[in-house]
């Protein structure tokens, strides 16, 4: 896998490659257990629509579970593909 | 639902970029079907015929991943399903492009009728009849066209009609069929060469593109490649004749002049002052008003049909009368009652709009009713007086990318708002 979700002072860091083949496996995994995530997406080092996808699963999640979910330093390139499609207010980012 | 508002009056100055061609990359996109391997599509427009087909790529179970910079990855390995639904069809005819692809190389395909069109009849009888010619199993039950075969086999076909979206399908399918195809009368549009390309950089031999007989030796495998689709030619007709309607000064940057010789001879009739260097195009008017031209549509090299509605607009504002002879669609005048709305003097006989020009167009509410009519709406707003609000502009949104965007970055006065 070339991403990695690692927990360390409440929160949740994600880096790496997020694309088709490392967001399943990272889909599948326990963000659950500490309350209400928060995700920090400083050390994500390439992405594409994939990574989206996976922010928009894990946010349906949070929405089903009753909880909130908050993302941290969303790179650019992410950012652009969010306006593109229109998502970008959607997502529950914060600095 | 979203319309546009369009202060008219503004001349527009500047530069711009144009964009991938729309009715490239759907082929394009539908070929990747034939990969053995990831193939990546460059110069891609967000558009929402795009959306729509990496949606029904999706619904297969095919992998498809966006970058940043708006370049498609489609990975076909995990499919799962040959079956394009009506949902998806009924709101994008070119879905019908999936049906060759996939039956050269799964075997089988289930594409949904497409239903009515605004402008006219598209028949798919010739993608029907190409494939059968090629050895498939075809019927049409329940509002599919449901297709199986062993291995396509190579034939030589001649359409009754030029269709392009016809010889795309015909010629994705014999890609991977047994033997030599020969499709005679087929269309020549910048596009069908572009998809030609495409498939020959996965590896198919394809000769003739671009000429009414092309010729596709079937190969046993494609695969995947990197490529960048080829500009917009309607995108750049269209902002050339939006500088030609406002007596502006453009100049459209990441285009191919190579492909507008038709358009760009007209708008040299009309007055403007054109400049061409490898990837870019000019145009002046000096300020002058442009002078009525007579156009007739027809099937590439000739005039293009996806222009008409614009030229329509640049006579409704021209010196002295033009006419505008469609003849490869039926009725595809629907944008005339509404410019008619904003005073321009047109009358429709048949095939043919006889346009006077006017000295002023005036501001109207006014609805879109197919992606190239909304072009002309907007043009026509450009130089009416008043502010002109064009409703429906779903329409537009399908075929342009960031219009209002690229408008208001040359001079003029619109802005997007709900309601």
Request: negative net charge; aromatic residues 4%; glycine residues 10%.
């Amino acid at each position: 896998m070339n991403a990695s979700l690692t927990f360390e002072q409440g929160i949740y860091h994600l880096s790496g490659v997020l694309d088709f083949q490392s967001v399943v496996a990272l889909r599948d995994q326990d963000i659950w257990s500490a309350g209400e995530p928060q995700i920090d997406l400083a050390n994500v080092s390439n992405s594409n629509s994939a990574g989206i996808a996976l922010l928009l699963e894990w946010l349906k999640l949070a929405q089903q579970k009753g909880v909130q979910i908050k993302y941290h330093n969303l790179p650019e390139s992410l950012g652009v593909i969010a306006r593109a499609y229109g998502v970008d207010q959607e997502l529950p980012v914060t600095p | 639902m979203n319309k546009l508002l369009i202060q008219g009056g503004a001349t527009l100055q500047g530069e711009i970029r144009i964009s991938g061609a729309k009715n490239a990359v759907l082929p394009i996109m539908a070929a990747t079907l034939l990969a053995q391997g990831p193939a990546i599509v460059e110069n891609v427009p967000h558009l929402q015929d795009v959306t729509t087909t990496v949606e029904l790529l999706g619904t297969m179970g095919v992998q498809v991943v966006i970058d940043e910079t708006m370049s498609i990855e489609v990975d076909n390995s995990t499919i799962t399903s040959q079956v394009a639904p009506y949902d998806l069809v009924k709101t994008m005819r070119s879905s019908i492009l999936v049906l060759g692809p996939l039956l050269a190389r799964y075997g089988k395909a289930e594409v949904s009728l497409p239903g009515g069109c605004a402008i006219g009849s598209r028949p798919v009888d010739i993608h029907i009849k190409g494939l059968q010619a090629m050895g498939a199993d075809i019927e049409v039950v329940n509002g599919y066209i449901k297709a199986r075969c062993d291995r396509l086999q190579g034939a030589r076909f001649v359409m009754d009609m030029v269709t392009v979206t016809g010889t795309e399908n015909l010629m994705m399918a014999a890609s991977l069929a047994k033997g030599k195809t020969i499709l005679e009368n087929a269309a020549r549009e910048p596009e069908v060469v572009d998809l030609a390309n495409f498939l020959n950089a996965m590896g198919a031999k394809i000769t003739g593109a671009g000429t009414d007989t092309i010729t596709i030796e079937g190969v046993d495998g494609l695969q995947g490649t990197r490529y960048r689709v080829v500009p917009d030619r309607i995108e750049t007709g269209t902002f050339l004749v939006a500088g030609a309607i406002t007596g502006g000064r453009v100049k459209l940057k990441n285009t191919d002049p190579t492909l507008l010789d038709s358009v760009l001879d007209k708008l040299r009739d009309s007055g403007a002052e054109i400049q061409i260097g490898e990837d870019w195009i000019s145009l002046d008017m000096h300020g002058q008003r442009p002078r009525a031209i007579n156009v007739r549509t027809a099937p590439y090299p000739a005039f293009p049909t996806d222009m008409q509605a614009q030229f329509t607009a640049l006579n409704t504002v021209a010196q002295g009368t033009g006419t505008i002879v469609e003849t490869v669609f039926e009725n595809r005048f629907m944008h005339v009652q509404e410019i008619r709305r904003m005073g321009a003097d047109i009358e429709v006989e048949g095939n043919t709009a006889i346009v006077r020009g006017v000295d002023k167009l005036t501001a109207a509410p006014v609805m879109a009713t197919d992606l190239r009519a909304s072009a002309s709406l907007i043009l026509a707003g450009l130089v009416a007086k008043g502010e002109t609000e064009v409703q429906r502009i779903y329409h537009i949104d399908r075929g342009y990318e960031l219009i209002e965007e690229k408008l208001a970055y040359l001079g003029a006065k619109i802005r997007r708002v709900p309601g």
